[in-house]
């Protein structure tokens, strides 16, 4: 009922920049939130930051002044720009959304995230 698709991983070099993209699809009512997660390998999947509709946005205190949400409603997408970027920045990065969707006159709320994006910051 609802996809999304990521764009924007890469790699780059110790306080380079990279923006991502992830737009969400398909039968959208109202979207709640929409945030990115992190995981490196070994590691546990981390929250990045979250912008709810509405409500205050939240960081993870590790990106705090370098990272910045933002969305494009009319696009029902989300931004991650992402500078200074550190080696510790490196992880596969999904995008989160919780969406409230139609399907014929029902009304439902899901929860779903992106296939991921590699971000590898090396020199």
């Known amino acids: 009922q609802v996809q999304l698709v990521e764009s924007g991983g890469g790699l780059v070099q110790p306080g380079g920049s990279l923006r991502l993209s992830c737009a969400a699809s398909g039968s959208i009512f109202r979207i709640n939130f929409m945030g990115w997660y992190r995981q490196a390998p070994g590691e546990q999947r981390e929250l990045v930051a979250i912008m709810p509709t509405g409500g205050s946005i939240n960081y993870a205190d590790s990106v705090k002044g370098r990272f910045t949400i933002s969305r494009d409603n009319a696009k029902n997408t989300v931004y991650l720009q992402m500078n200074s970027l550190k080696p510790e920045d490196t992880a596969v990065y999904y995008c989160?959304?919780?969406?409230?969707?139609?399907?014929?006159?029902?009304?439902?709320?899901?929860?779903?995230w992106g296939q991921g994006t590699q971000v590898t910051v090396s020199s």
């Open positions: 989160h959304a919780q969406v409230k969707y139609y399907s014929g006159s029902n009304y439902y709320t899901g929860d779903y």
